[in-house]
């Protein structure tokens, strides 16, 4: 068998990304402006609906002010946090099988983390690292203000579970009080509305998966209060860098007022952007907090605009090349995660296996052999309790057992659309091969 170069996960650009990105750099506006505005009110549209190339032009008041495009899906969470209020003195509960961009946006705030270990090898039914509900309910206390839940590798978590688990303990929530600020104001309110511990979606993984939630197809997005996602490089869709931020409706609370927080939060505080300034006599602007700099720049949006135009046929192929891992996996005997189910669709993000009766080092060895056929592949996660710099707030592996056990034996096979169908059988036969030996 000739030998191939198989990345793990290059970005899928076409002539019709790179066209646009051209057009915006001749254009002269190459900061947050118009295509950035577009992206938004789109990706609003398909979050919604489904529909990725819906014409939002026609409805520009009903698609705007829906989502907030910044620069990574990091600061769309640590946003979520502080739109919410959550800061010192408050405990946010986070998965302890996730990326450290889930819990850091925590420590960012001055909040503290409550690791929660995960179901013993992941969901019953998608075999996903899904949090242990069971422990997500003792771990909340009068201290606690939100529950950040990942769709790992672009699987839905179990929604209705967590809502139900939350109500539960929906005596002990304290809303925060405001301190005076526009800011403090919003948060208070917030949480008075919202009335209990608030749930952030992490959805770095899962742009355009689904869940029966209540018995209703709703979209990742439309769910969780909050929903951070990531447009990085890795992602199924890019804009190089970059991320957004969405919310579900507040009642009493207009949608244009959590948004212009948003902008605020993620330019300075400056309380006009670019954009706005370029009106007739409109120069002047004002500072109201003195906040962040994550605004997405229109280069990065013209990424997206074209991703987006492509993004169902994307996933598409994702769907082919995850049926010929299954079969493979399914032959050999292999653990791998289920990416569709009747009651779920996930985003096909990552495809993660665990190797049945190998130890960390049988797995770092065929990890290796692999990459010598020219496959690269990764690990996703090393838990996060495992990392220096979580283990300095006293956090240790040996208290998050069904944790540890998912990670030792995890390989994550290279999983994007650049695949050719010799490519994925090339990975299959090599995979096979590794196995046997």
Same mark, same amino acid.
């Given at each position: 068998?000739?030998?191939?170069?198989?990345?793990?996960?290059?970005?899928?650009?076409?002539?019709?990304?790179?066209?646009?990105?051209?057009?915006?750099?001749?254009?002269?506006?190459?900061?947050?402006? !118009?295509?950035?505005? %577009?992206?938004?009110?789109?990706? @609003?549209?398909?979050? *919604?609906?489904?529909?990725?190339?819906?014409?939002?032009?026609?409805?520009?008041?009903?698609?705007?002010?829906?989502?907030?495009?910044?620069?990574?899906?990091? =600061?769309?969470?640590?946003?979520?946090?502080?739109?919410? &209020?959550?800061?010192?003195?408050?405990?946010?509960?986070? /998965? @302890?099988?996730? #990326?450290?961009?889930?819990?850091?946006?925590?420590?960012?705030?001055?909040?503290?983390?409550?690791?929660?270990?995960?179901?013993?090898?992941?969901?019953?039914?998608?075999?996903? !690292?899904?949090?242990?509900?069971?422990?997500?309910?003792?771990?909340?206390?009068?201290?606690?203000? =939100?529950?950040?839940?990942?769709?790992?590798?672009?699987?839905?978590?179990? $929604?209705?579970?967590?809502?139900?688990?939350?109500?539960?303990?929906?005596?002990?929530?304290?809303?925060?009080?405001?301190?005076?600020?526009?800011?403090?104001?919003?948060?208070?309110?917030?949480?008075?509305?919202?009335?209990?511990?608030?749930?952030?979606?992490?959805?770095?993984?899962? +742009?355009?998966?689904?869940?029966?939630?209540?018995?209703?197809?709703? $979209?990742? &997005?439309?769910?969780?209060?909050?929903?951070?996602?990531?447009?990085?490089?890795?992602?199924?869709?890019?804009?190089? *860098?970059?991320?957004? =931020?969405t919310w579900l409706p507040v009642t009493g609370i207009d949608n244009t007022e959590i948004y212009k927080m948003y902008q605020l939060l993620s330019l300075h505080g400056q309380n006009k952007d670019a954009f706005a300034k370029?009106?007739?006599?409109?120069?002047?602007?004002?500072?109201?907090? /003195?906040?962040?700099?994550?605004?997405?720049?229109?280069?990065?949006?013209?990424? &997206?605009?074209?991703?987006?135009?492509?993004?169902?046929?994307?996933?598409?192929?994702?769907?082919?090349?995850?049926?010929?891992?299954?079969?493979?996996?399914?032959? %050999?005997?292999?653990?791998?995660?289920?990416?569709?189910?009747?009651?779920?669709?996930?985003?096909?993000?990552?495809?993660?296996?665990?190797? /049945?009766?190998?130890?960390?080092?049988?797995?770092? *060895?065929?990890?290796?052999?692999? @990459?010598?056929?020219?496959?690269?592949?990764?690990?996703?996660?090393? !838990? +996060?309790?495992?990392?220096?710099?979580?283990?300095?707030?006293?956090?240790?592996? @040996?208290?998050?057992?069904?944790?540890?056990?998912?990670?030792?034996? %995890?390989?994550?096979?290279?999983?994007?659309?650049?695949?050719?169908?010799?490519?994925?059988? #090339?990975?299959?036969?090599?995979?096979?091969?590794?196995?046997?030996?």
């Amino acid at each position: 068998m000739e030998k191939k170069d198989i990345s793990f996960s290059p970005p899928d650009i076409s002539k019709a990304e790179i066209e646009e990105v051209i057009n915006t750099l001749k254009s002269g506006w190459i900061t947050t402006g !118009p295509r950035t505005k %577009l992206l938004e009110r789109r990706l @609003a549209a398909y979050i *919604e609906t489904g529909n990725a190339n819906m014409n939002t032009e026609d409805s520009i008041e009903h698609w705007s002010n829906r989502v907030v495009c910044l620069n990574s899906a990091t =600061a769309a969470e640590e946003l979520n946090l502080r739109i919410l &209020g959550i800061g010192p003195g408050d405990e946010v509960i986070v /998965p @302890a099988y996730t #990326y450290t961009a889930s819990a850091s946006a925590v420590i960012h705030c001055g909040a503290t983390i409550k690791f929660v270990d995960i179901q013993k090898d992941g969901d019953p039914i998608t075999h996903a !690292p899904e949090m242990d509900y069971e422990k997500l309910e003792t771990a909340i206390t009068e201290k606690t203000k =939100a529950v950040v839940v990942v769709d790992f590798g672009g699987i839905v978590c179990d $929604y209705d579970k967590i809502f139900e688990t939350i109500e539960k303990k929906k005596k002990l929530f304290r809303p925060v009080k405001s301190d005076g600020t526009y800011l403090g104001d919003l948060s208070s309110k917030i949480q008075r509305v919202i009335g209990r511990v608030a749930v952030i979606a992490d959805c770095a993984h899962s +742009l355009g998966a689904s869940r029966f939630f209540r018995n209703e197809k709703r $979209y990742c &997005g439309t769910i969780a209060d909050f929903t951070s996602f990531s447009f990085h490089a890795v992602k199924n869709f890019t804009t190089a *860098e970059g991320g957004a =931020a969405t919310w579900l409706p507040v009642t009493g609370i207009d949608n244009t007022e959590i948004y212009k927080m948003y902008q605020l939060l993620s330019l300075h505080g400056q309380n006009k952007d670019a954009f706005a300034k370029t009106k007739a006599g409109a120069w002047e602007y004002d500072i109201v907090g /003195p906040w962040y700099k994550c605004n997405m720049t229109d280069i990065m949006a013209a990424i &997206g605009l074209k991703q987006l135009d492509r993004y169902l046929n994307l996933l598409k192929r994702r769907a082919q090349i995850i049926e010929k891992y299954d079969n493979i996996c399914d032959i %050999l005997g292999i653990n791998h995660m289920v990416h569709h189910t009747d009651y779920m669709d996930s985003s096909k993000h990552l495809y993660p296996i665990r190797i /049945p009766g190998i130890d960390v080092g049988q797995r770092n *060895e065929m990890i290796k052999k692999l @990459a010598e056929a020219g496959i690269a592949t990764n690990v996703h996660y090393k !838990p +996060l309790p495992m990392m220096t710099a979580y283990k300095v707030f006293g956090w240790n592996i @040996a208290d998050f057992p069904n944790t540890y056990d998912y990670y030792h034996n %995890l390989i994550t096979l290279p999983l994007h659309t650049l695949l050719s169908d010799d490519d994925v059988d #090339y990975v299959c036969a090599n995979l096979n091969t590794v196995i046997e030996r």
